[in-house]
């Protein structure tokens, strides 16, 4: 599955460099020399490096299944069945840590502080008021008449 691995990491390291407006490599050495200029960017850099981490103990855990898979045909044992959750627990990691990154690059995601009026000026919207009322509605300042009721 390396050709999936390069889409999940490659895909993030495309949409972290547009983000920050410059190569990765760059911006790993941003944050190394002064990191806390930039926490968001110290925050990414840092979970891009956990999830390339978790992608290679992914890669080896692979690569060690099929190596028993190709050497023992049949049915699975209890180490290739260790060597099949190894591989599922490394594509959980590899997984979370992505979505880590990607809501990090989210400036709309939920639990961020909404934008100043600094960034609503820039181009990007204002986040919209909540869909259901959430101040109780206002009395009318007049008395109402109940309606005559017809009889026939």
Do not use: C
Not at 3 to 22: P, S
Not at 25 to 32: K, P, T
Not at 37 to 66: C, F, I, K, M, Y
Not at 87 to 113: C, E, H, I
């Amino acid at each position: 599955m390396p050709d999936y691995a390069d889409d999940v990491t490659g895909v993030l390291t495309e949409q972290i460099e547009a983000h920050f407006h410059m190569s990765l490599d760059e911006l790993r050495r941003a944050v190394a020399v002064a990191p806390q200029a930039n926490s968001e960017a110290t925050q990414v850099v840092h979970w891009h490096g956990l999830l390339t981490q978790a992608q290679g103990l992914l890669d080896r855990a692979e690569d060690d299944l099929l190596a028993a898979l190709s050497t023992e045909p049949g049915e699975l044992d209890d180490p290739a069945m260790d060597l099949a959750h190894r591989v599922n627990a490394a594509v959980t990691t590899r997984d979370g840590r992505a979505m880590v990154v990607r809501y990090l690059l989210d400036p709309d995601a939920p639990g961020k502080p909404s934008p100043g009026p600094g960034r609503a000026a820039a181009g990007q919207a204002a986040r919209p008021a909540p869909a259901l009322q959430t101040s109780p509605a206002a009395r009318p300042a007049v008395a109402t008449v109940p309606a005559k009721v017809v009889t026939r």
